[in-house]
């Protein structure tokens, strides 16, 4: 009789720590952390929202095994926001990982832009602080950042000779490869799935969202940035050099490839 009363007893207990435990991963993040993580499970389209006081960056991630990637949503008007690159001209030869730029410059976020070509420079455009460090290729695209009066804009060209050099509030420019999203159309590319980085934009260029995955189209990223919210987008260098760290972790396991540029946020 009391055996029994154990085997009844037993799931029950078991039951109400289950529940327990469930509430307690569920249980909101600090206020004050200025990246906010949400999990965005089942689809490779669901995401995460939240209203959140600048600056923020907010974490939006898929665990779909048929395409996994994480986005990350920047507020560009953020209070106390900092936008760095890699680049002078003493190191306009030199490739280097994302992650180590990270801790050395102290960035929270840091994703790879402009390809480059054999000997480590850049193919397209670069531009430091206002200073032209990479020629523009007209056949690609490119992600501007305006400095304003508070914080930061960008906006993405279809061609980087669309870009107005002598503009005095242009402070860094990145190149990458095509627009992919256009006032929320979405370009069609060829299906081809690889390791994938890209950014896109919404809110007037006030909101910048930048993405890496693996297992993705072109069309998917444009996609995905376009569920985010994103109403324009570009792709950045693929393949092996696609590349996203967040607080020190690169979002894409395993051995990565050196890179030209990068764009570095805290």
């Keep these: 009789m009391q055996f029994k009363k154990i085997k009844v007893i037993f799931p029950l207990l078991a039951g109400l720590f289950l529940f327990s435990s469930c509430m307690t991963l569920s249980a909101s993040y600090g206020q004050n952390s200025a990246f906010q993580e949400e999990a965005a499970s089942a689809t490779a389209l669901n995401s995460v929202s939240r209203q ?21 949503k920047v507020n560009l008007a953020g209070e106390g926001l900092s936008i760095i690159s890699n680049f002078s001209q003493k190191n306009l030869n030199k490739s280097f990982s994302p992650k180590a730029f990270a801790k050395k410059s102290a960035s929270r976020l840091v994703i790879n832009t402009t390809p480059f070509k054999k000997d480590g420079s850049p193919a397209g455009l670069v531009i430091e602080k206002g200073n032209l460090i990479s020629q523009p290729n007209k056949k690609y695209a490119a992600l501007a950042i305006y400095k304003e009066v508070s914080g930061y804009r960008g906006q993405i060209f279809d061609s980087q000779e669309e870009i107005d050099l002598s503009d005095s509030s242009l402070y860094l420019a990145a190149g990458g490869f095509w627009t992919i999203l256009r006032d929320e159309k979405i370009y069609d590319f060829v299906d081809h799935k690889d390791y994938r980085s890209a ?42 050099s696609a590349q996203l760290v967040i607080n020190g972790k690169n979002v894409i396991a395993g051995p990565r490839r050196k890179v030209a540029a990068v764009l570095g946020f805290k």
């Design 199 to 240: 950014a896109g934009l919404a809110d007037g260029g006030k909101t910048l969202f930048l993405m890496c995955g693996k297992k993705l189209s072109y069309m998917d990223c444009a996609e995905i940035l376009k569920e985010a919210g994103a109403e324009s987008a570009m792709e950045f260098d693929g393949g092996r």
């Design 52 to 72: 959140l006081p600048p600056p923020a960056f907010q974490i939006i991630k898929s665990y779909s095994p048929r395409s996994p990637y994480s986005i990350v």
